[in-house]
């Protein structure tokens, strides 16, 4: 009968015992006295103690000899024995991942699992919709199917919608392929009938294989314009010509969001790619020409914006239509970078038109103010079009973008609750007048990108009239907002000067609505180059101590030149 493990191991044990007690006397050698004494002094041995000297060596050379090889025949053993143990660990790995549960959970509740979990991909460029690029496969689906067959199979077959949201854009290494063409067709045969929800972004100066790839990549997705459900384009002018394809073939379309690369369109240009689309809820324009004519429906819209250059009071009646035809617009914004005053004569529209859905309102004209009524109006921005990135002088709102936000105010009888006023002439009682109207007013945010000190005056009364009470019925009471909560002041470029408003009346003004328990939040941020306000360091302490009674305080300020 063949030896077993186990007596191999009873005899392995009995054989080391053997081979380490043939050495236990090793452990026992000690020095005689005389060479211990030697050993301690620097005194020559005699000849007698020489010749035992050497005799020992001799005998000490053999037994490590005997040792070295007791040891690599044990060394031997052992590294043979690590081989054979990670073998075995291996295969305890392979049999465990075949019989780990998973595999035995049925492949629809893995699909449940992977769709559930699935999280939307934020876009650093600030996009609407992200999805993963469908040219990366260290991303999203295709990340996933090379988990192991199982996922493979279910993420190909069974999850439509984790390759329904996607983005189409040249990755970072800026190269492709003819094949991305096929990855595209791959991600939206998997996509199965899905509605299609995704990114396509190609706005860079690209070499032409790249640029034709894209292209191609464009086509690809307009061949399967049913499918749309949520679209977002981001391109170079060329592309705006091939969307006339999809005309009449986007029942399934609810938002839209168009961006050039750079303004384009001639003032004979009109898109129709969207005039046919029932279920549209959001657009979304941006650095089109100003001329360019888009149609769209309005019956089911909820929210527009438009951002054009330029565009001015030329489009201000269309807008109105678009107001008026649109039942159910919650949401309006139309910006311009440079501000247009109002052509001599001119009038609003008439009669105007009325909203009984709209809530927020970010507009610059002062004639598409006076052409409207808002009766259920919640939020306004008063701004016009300011973009860093194009490195460009700040366009103000005259006085009467302002007047006009007033009487829209009046006249509409609505109340609001948030108001933003951006890069707005703030002139004598003007801006106090606004929010003398407004009493149910939480949140107020004011922002100059380009401080000058000819707004200080203003913006002095407007501290002043923030900080006035009143007795009411017996109980003291803010004349103006009394239910302000949120307070955002913020100055850029303030260059050279001295801002006057930020002084005692100003964090005596703060304290006290903080006080009172009404204010809850207060951002106020300076930024310039040698500039200098009333507040000491003192005072600056007293406000930072407001954050440790409750405050949420953001209080930045930066003087480069200082």
């Known amino acids: 009968m063949a030896p077993t493990l ?19 006397w090793i452990s026992t050698i000690t020095h ?11 005194n020559l041995p005699s000849p007698l103690q020489c010749v035992n000297l050497n005799a020992s060596m001799k005998n000490l050379e053999d037994i490590g000899r005997q040792l070295q090889t007791a040891l690599d025949l044990v060394g031997n053993a052992a590294a043979s024995l690590e081989a054979q143990m990670s073998r075995v660990r291996s295969l305890q790995h392979h049999y465990n991942v075949m019989l780990f549960p998973i595999r035995r959970v049925p492949a629809e509740m893995v699909m449940e699992i992977l769709c559930h979990t699935w999280m939307a991909v934020d876009d650093p460029d600030g996009a609407h919709i992200a999805g993963f690029n469908i040219f990366t496969v260290a991303e999203g689906p295709w990340y996933l199917g090379q988990v192991c067959r199982l996922w493979r199979d279910v993420v190909s077959t069974l999850c439509p919608e984790l390759w329904a949201t ?18 595209l067709e791959t991600v939206l045969e998997r ?29 690809v997705m307009t061949a399967h314009s049913a499918r749309r459900r949520r679209v977002e384009l981001i391109v170079h002018p060329s592309f705006l010509p091939r969307l006339s394809v999809i005309h009449g073939k986007v029942d399934l379309l609810t938002d839209v969001y168009l961006k050039c690369w750079r303004m384009t369109g001639r003032p004979s240009d009109h898109i129709t790619a969207f005039e046919i689309a029932p279920k549209l809820r959001h657009l979304y324009l941006r650095n089109l020409h100003p001329d360019i004519r888009i149609h769209f429906p309005t019956a089911n819209l909820v929210s527009f914006y438009d951002e054009r250059l330029f565009g001015g009071n030329r489009r201000v009646l269309e807008y109105v239509d678009i107001v008026k035809s649109s039942l159910n617009l919650l949401s309006f914004s139309y910006h311009d970078y440079a501000y247009v005053p109002l052509p001599p004569g001119s009038q609003p529209a008439h009669p105007r038109a009325i909203s ?9 004209l ?17 701004t016009a079009a300011y973009d860093k990135d194009r490195n460009q002088d700040t366009n103000y709102l005259p006085r009467d973008a302002i007047v006009s936000l007033s009487q829209l105010i009046c006249r509409s009888h609505c109340s609001l609750i948030r108001l933003s006023i951006v890069d707005t002439f703030i002139v004598d009682s003007d801006l106090v007048e606004v929010l003398g109207l407004t009493p149910g007013l939480e949140e107020f945010a004011i922002h100059f990108n380009q401080w000058d000190r000819v ?6 009364l407007l501290v002043a009239s923030l900080g006035e009470t009143a007795l009411v019925d017996g109980s003291v009471q803010y004349c103006l ?27 005596h003004m703060i304290t006290s609505r903080h006080g009172s328990g009404a204010l809850i939040k207060l951002n106020l941020g300076i930024r310039g180059d040698n500039w200098t306000y009333e507040l000491g360091s003192e005072d600056e302490e007293d406000l930072k101590k407001l954050g440790e009674t409750g405050l949420t305080l953001n209080f930045a300020k930066y003087d480069f030149g200082g």
């Open 455 to 460: 707004y200080d005056p203003g913006m002095g």
């Open 191 to 219: 996509a199965g009938e899905h509605p299609l929800d995704f990114l396509f972004r190609h706005c860079t100066v690209s070499p032409a294989e790249v640029f034709s790839i894209m292209q191609q990549c464009f086509d």
């Open 356 to 364: 009984q859905s709209m809530q927020t309102l970010s507009v610059s």
């Open 366 to 382: 002062a004639l598409f103010m006076q052409s409207v009524e808002l009766p259920v109006l919640r939020e306004v921005v008063l």
């Open 481 to 507: 907002v009394p239910s302000l909560q949120s307070l955002v002041v913020t100055l850029e470029e303030v260059d050279g000067t001295h801002v006057s408003f930020l002084d005692a009346s100003f964090l």
């Open 6 to 24: 186990a007596s191999i191991m009873e005899s392995t044990r009995t054989s080391l015992d053997q081979l380490i007690a043939q050495s236990d």
């Open 32 to 42: 005689s006295p005389d060479i211990a004494a030697l050993l301690h002094s620097n």
């Open 166 to 183: 996607m983005t189409i854009e040249v990755p970072h290494s800026g190269h492709l392929c003819r094949d991305d063409v096929a990855m």
